[in-house]
Structures are given as C-alpha cells and as structure tokens.
C-alpha cells in the first residue's frame, strides 16, 4: 500500500528556519502532483504549496511567498517544504499529499495522504 511520510517538523522560534520532507513508498513522484497542507487549531484545511510532477510548476498561498519553497528530489523519492522567516501563525500540522497528473489546489482531489508533521512557531 502506497505510504507518505512526513518529517522535519517541531518547534521553532519566529524568524527561524525549518525544512519538511515527505517521502513516498514507491516512485511515484514522476507522476504525481504534489501538495503541502496546513491546519491550525480552529481553522480549516488550506494549501500551502504544490508542485507539479516535473517540478516545473510551483504554486504557494500568498502568505508564503517569498518564504517558503517546495523543491523535489526524484532520486529519494522526497517532496521538501523550505520554511523561512517563520512566523507563529505559521503554526499547523502540516500534510503532504499526492494525485495523479497535475496537482490541484483543492485538498479532495488528492489521493494519498500522510499522517502529518507538527510545526509550531514561539514568538
């Protein structure tokens, strides 16, 4: 069964710097969209990021641009999410999330999903 995995999250002070990875079981990678997702206590489900199976096309939330990056290594078969410049409401758990084709902004249209990763921001 095809897994995700996230990590890399945990607590951080504002301004500092964090980079989450999500690995997939298999190869999949080269045929998937890829997105990353938030949800902070309270609030609903939001795209944070995504990237398209060949790593041409990147799309982030306006809160985040400018801070962070999606980037792909095929080889690890790892999705990373580079988090600059935290701020404390960037505080969420965090999902990576595949689907076949183009990735979408619309969290129902993925597939695969992982467990999720932690990040919290102190100010």
């Known amino acids: 069964q095809r897994q995700l995995v996230e990590s890399g999250g945990g607590l951080v002070q504002a301004g500092g710097s964090l980079r989450l990875s999500c690995a997939a079981s298999?190869?999949?990678?080269?045929?998937?969209?890829t997105g990353w997702f938030r949800r902070a206590p309270g609030k609903e489900r939001e795209l944070v990021a995504n990237i398209n199976w060949n790593g041409a096309r990147t799309y982030y939330t306006e809160s985040v641009k400018g801070r962070f990056t999606i980037s792909r290594d095929i080889a690890k078969n790892t999705v990373y999410l580079h988090m600059n410049s935290l701020k404390p409401e960037d505080t969420a758990v965090y999902y990576c999330a595949m689907r076949r084709g183009e990735p979408s902004r619309v969290g129902r249209d993925y597939d695969y999903w992982g467990p999720g990763t932690q990040v919290t921001v102190s100010s």
């Open positions: 298999d190869p999949i990678f080269s045929t998937h969209g």
